[in-house]
Each structure stands twice: as structure tokens, then as C-alpha cells.
T-cell receptor, first 115, second 112 residues
């Protein structure tokens, strides 16, 4: 079966532009997570969606970052007015339900470079 | 504030020998620990986990040890294969948390 997919795989943008990153979770997975990995850093939690509940946005680094999940499936992470420090690999993960951490399945990531 | 730390950015071992990857954590609330493996251009894949009620969990060539008093865990790979060459991330969480807390990773190279 298909795993978590993310698009685009690479994105180069200019400082100040907006970008949208897409995540298609595994079908039937109700939980969806966004992380990012900056150079030399571990994965940093950004936002979590579970079913129809209000998302946990506690990891978003600034109000330039937002995410939505439409129809409980596809999610879009939007970064407005990108800055060079936003350059990172953005990883999406999904799981059946938030019952056991090890069931998070990760996509290949979107590598974002802000010039 | 890095709550999960992997102090060795890289490790090289000979094929067939043991690989030991280390991880330290600071948050006493963590009660679940995981290791993920990551190849280039791929997302991390789950490898093995351990609950804080245990001090050891074994799965084939992979064993994770947990020392709660020292807030330390390690991943042992025996024997190591060249295909094990990847970046290994330690992660931790607690019951009720919405996310995993990751270390910065250790790049393992297994030399044929």
C-alpha cells in the first residue's frame, strides 16, 4: 500500500515569498504530524492533527506558519513571508491513532531552501 | 532546549562487529523511547521502542537498553551489516503527549 507522500520533494524560494507544502497521509490514518529538521538539528515538532479535534499548534515557531487538514486527510503547511532560517526539511507523519508513538509513519520530506 | 541528546554525530564500525549508539534525555516525564533509522532522501522509519517499565527490549539484531536512573538509553546492533549504514535518531515521548522529541541523530557507517 502507499505510504505517506509529500510534495514537492524540493522547493527553492526567495525570501519573503509564501510556500505551501503538501502531505498525503496513509489512508485511514486519523493522526497527522508535521516536523521539521534544520541543519544539524533533530526533528522539531510543529503541529498535530487528530480526527476532527482542534489541532495542537504548540510547536509552530511563529505566526507565519499555519497548517490545515481538509476532510481529515490531506494536509497543507503554509509558510508566509519565508525567511532564510525557515530552510529545513519538513517531514510529515501519520498514524492510525494516538495510542502508541511507534506507529508514526513518515513521508520522505520536503527540502525547503530560502534564498 | 534539547530534551533528547545524541552526543556522537557519527560512528564507524567494522562489518560483523557491534554498533552501540547512545542517547541521553533530561525530561523525567518521558516514559516511552524509540529509535528511528533514516536513509538519505527518505523519511525516518521506526526501528525499535522501549517502555519505561522495562530496561531491555530485543528484536533480532537490535537491542535497546534503558537506564532510567541515568536517563540514558542505547541501541546495540549485533552483528552490524553495511546496510545498517544510516542516520539513527533517538526519540522520546510520554503517555498523553502529542508528539515525539527527537535527538540530533548519529550517522552510523558500517565498513565492509
Amino acid at each position: 500500500g502507499a505510504g505517506v507522500s509529500q510534495s514537492p520533494s524540493n522547493k527553492v524560494t526567495e525570501k519573503g515569498k509564501d510556500v505551501e507544502l503538501r502531505c498525503d497521509p496513509i489512508s485511514g490514518h486519523t493522526a497527522l504530524y508535521w516536523y521539521r529538521q534544520s541543519l544539524g538539528q533533530g526533528l522539531e515538532f510543529l503541529i498535530y492533527f487528530q480526527g476532527n479535534s482542534a489541532p495542537d499548534k504548540s510547536g509552530l515557531p511563529s505566526d507565519r506558519f499555519s497548517a490545515e487538514r481538509t476532510g481529515g486527510s490531506v494536509s497543507t503547511l503554509t509558510i508566509q513571508r519565508t525567511q532564510q532560517e525557515d530552510s529545513a526539511v519538513y517531514l510529515c507523519a501519520s498514524s492510525l491513532a494516538r495510542t502508541s508513538p511507534e506507529t508514526q509513519y513518515f513521508g520522505p520530506g520536503t527540502r525547503l531552501l530560502v534564498l | 532546549d534539547q530534551q533528547v541528546k545524541q552526543n556522537s554525530p557519527s560512528l564507524s564500525v567494522q562489518e560483523g562487529r557491534i554498533s552501540i549508539l547512545n542517547c541521553d534525555y533530561t525530561n523525567s516525564m518521558f516514559d516511552y523511547f524509540l529509535w528511528y533509522k533514516k536513509y538519505p532522501a527518505e523519511g525516518p522509519t521506526f526501528l525499535i521502542s522501549i517502555s519505561s517499565i522495562k530496561d531491555k527490549n530485543e528484536d533480532g539484531r537490535f537491542t535497546v537498553f534503558l537506564n532510567k536512573s541515568a536517563k540514558h538509553l542505547s541501541l546495540h546492533i549485533v552483528p552490524s551489516h553495511p546496510g545498517d549504514s544510516a542516520v539513527y535518531f533517538c526519540a522520546a515521548s510520554w503517555t498523553g503527549a502529542n508528539n515525539l522529541f527527537f535527538g540530533t541523530g548519529t550517522r552510523l557507517t558500517v565498513i565492509p
